[in-house]
T-cell receptor
Framework: AQSVTQLGSHVSVSEGALVLLRCNYS??????LFWYVQYPNQGLQLLLK??????LVKGINGFEAEFKKSETSFHLTKPSAHMSDAAEYFC??????????????FGSGTRLQVQP | EPEVTQTPSHQVTQMGQEVILRCVPI?????FYWYRQILGQKVEFLVS????????KSEIFDDQFSVERPDGSNFTLKIRSTKLEDSAMYFC?????????FGPGTRLLVL
């Protein structure tokens, strides 16, 4: 069984401020972890992923996330927010299934607002 | 860059009608998925498909739903008799390596 908890359904930051979006996961097997971004009326775009290599993962648009097994966390950060970062962010976990493939389990999402 | 495409982008239907949502996967991807997102809620897994058969499905994916790849190109999700609660955004995803790539979605509204 696997699950994802995203703390904070809404986060508001000022332009130029640090962005921190929290994600905790639960998985009975070593997880693969993902962050996706969804802009209004659009699909899901992959920001970054952790697949058991480096624990600090860098993604697109200046985002990065660190896998911390002891804390079962995969928080998303960006040093300086831009107005264009306003969107909904989803953390997702996948685990190996009997078929060898992996369905994603998503968190509830965090809507990021960036104030000028 | 290859993309997953979905048609239609929007569909409005009457309760009880059948709908077919279509997806064109990224070529050479072999694993396909359907997810849905009810307005304001999280994205939920519906079904995965490999080698022309369902490999996994969630409890949401009941007998009203079916998937197929009729012509080796399109990957379709059929809802046999739509209900009001089927109103949602439906996303197709295909897997390359360990990453699932999502299409832009079909917004289904059941009246």
């Amino acid at each position: 069984a696997q699950s994802v908890t995203q703390l904070g359904s809404h986060v508001s930051v000022s332009e130029g401020a640090l962005v921190l979006l929290r994600c905790n996961y639960s998985s009975s097997v070593p997880p693969y972890l993902f962050w996706y971004v969804q802009y209004p009326n659009q699909g899901l775009q992959l920001l970054l992923k952790y697949t058991s290599a480096a624990t600090l993962v860098k993604g697109i648009n200046g985002f990065e996330a660190e896998f911390k097994k002891s804390e079962t966390s995969f928080h998303l950060t960006k040093p300086s927010a831009h107005m264009s970062d306003a969107a909904e962010y989803f953390c997702a976990v996948s685990s190996l299934m009997d078929t060898g493939r992996r369905a994603l389990t998503f968190g509830s999402g965090t809507r990021l607002q960036v104030q000028p | 860059e290859p993309e997953v495409t979905q048609t239609p982008s929007h569909q409005v239907t009457q309760m009880g009608q059948e709908v077919i949502l279509r997806c064109v996967p990224i070529s050479n991807h072999l694993y396909f998925y359907w997810y849905r997102q009810i307005l304001g809620q999280k994205v939920e897994f519906l079904v995965s498909f490999y080698n022309n058969e369902i490999s996994e499905k969630s409890e949401i994916f009941d007998d009203q739903f079916s998937v197929e790849r009729p012509d080796g190109s399109n990957f379709t999700l059929k809802i046999r008799s739509t209900k009001l609660e089927d109103s949602a955004m439906y996303f197709c995803a295909t897997q390359g390596g360990e990453t699932q790539y999502f299409g832009p979605g079909t917004r289904l509204l059941v009246l």
